[in-house]
């Protein structure tokens, strides 16, 4: 990296940093009628609640003293945890909730981006059968768009040596069509070329294969609807790259997860309780997602590296590299 610039000291980061937390969970709240909830850190093994992400990764777990013979584990989100509470606490059609998740993602390989403390707000809102189309799913994610640029012209205004502006104008394209448009680029190589291009894309449709065969990204079978689900992504001058902010869908009814558990070679997850309930149609239809707070702060404060706005542990060449390119790593 040439030439970093940091434009917002360590102290002011700080205050900076939550300043557009308690902005941007206040005005998404109210935009799309969420309301916070409390939410675990810690699930039982045995529930299936947790988030298997892509289907590979380590979940960090643990026993305890007083409950012989069960695991507990560290959240890697709470997707399918969202449902069962929209259930529970009684939200109807048109209501959600949202809540800040703390999640360790142990198999993530740490970089500038990358870290094994996960912070995002998870939100999850009730939906009707005929809300589960693309365009309802675009809908929202103008919503999540603007408000990430209009809690950016907030932070500009307090803090006026910040000068990117973020395009609300999403551009929006399917990971088949990249596919279909850049067959020999890799699913990132095609990110990095459109987001450049455009400044802010929804790419919708992953999890599933494409023609080629391959994915364009992993997605658990569980809770997003692979046709009905996109990231957010941004373009960032500072490194000079995309940056996924959202990684969010229409959650899968009965008929999407029987199919997906089936293409996934995961069918043995239906005997779990959350599956077995969404099958029996027991849980409400919904859309979600996560919002990462620290890759949203990052990109607000021209942050090189995400370590400027969250405290986690580095390996000695990512300390070094910090150093040496004036990144104050919290």
Request: charged residues 30%; glycine residues 6%.
């Amino acid at each position: 990296m040439k030439n970093y610039n940091v434009k917002v000291n360590l102290r002011e980061t700080e205050k900076a940093i939550k300043l557009i937390k308690d902005n941007f969970e206040q005005t998404l709240a109210i935009r799309l009628n969420l309301q916070r909830v409390s939410a675990p850190l810690v699930v039982l093994s045995q529930s299936g609640i947790n988030d298997n992400l892509n289907g590979v990764e380590r979940i960090v777990s643990f026993d305890i003293k007083n409950m012989p013979g069960i695991r507990a584990e560290i959240v890697q989100s709470l997707a399918k945890w969202k449902r069962q509470a929209l259930k529970k606490y009684g939200f109807h059609a048109g209501e959600g909730l949202y809540t800040d998740m703390n999640a360790i993602r142990c198999d993530d390989e740490v970089d500038y981006l990358h870290s094994i403390y996960v912070d995002q707000w998870d939100w999850e809102k009730v939906i009707t059968r005929e809300d589960r189309t693309l365009d309802y799913l675009k809908n929202t994610v103008k919503i999540i768009v603007d408000t990430v640029c209009d809690i950016s012209e907030v932070v500009k205004r307090n803090y006026p040596s910040l000068t990117a502006k973020l395009n609300r104008d999403v551009f929006f394209v399917s990971a088949q069509e990249l596919e279909d448009k850049y067959p020999d680029l890799t699913p990132k190589q095609r990110e990095h070329k459109v987001v450049k291009k455009y400044g802010t894309v929804c790419i919708i449709g992953i999890g599933g294969a494409l023609k080629s065969g391959e994915k364009h990204d992993g997605r658990a079978p569980d809770y997003d609807d692979w046709d009905l689900n996109c990231d957010i992504l941004f373009w960032h001058n500072v490194i000079n790259q995309p940056i996924e902010i959202s990684s969010m869908g229409i959650r899968v009814d009965a008929e999407s997860l029987e199919r997906q558990l089936r293409l996934a070679n995961a069918e043995d997850r239906a005997a779990l309780p959350f599956h077995r309930a969404l099958l029996r149609g027991e849980l409400p239809l919904t859309v979600g997602g996560g919002i990462g707070q620290s890759r949203l702060c990052m990109l607000m404060l021209e942050k090189a590296h995400i370590g400027e706005v969250q405290a986690s542990v580095w390996p000695e060449s990512e300390t070094e590299y910090a150093k040496e390119h004036g990144i104050n790593l919290l």
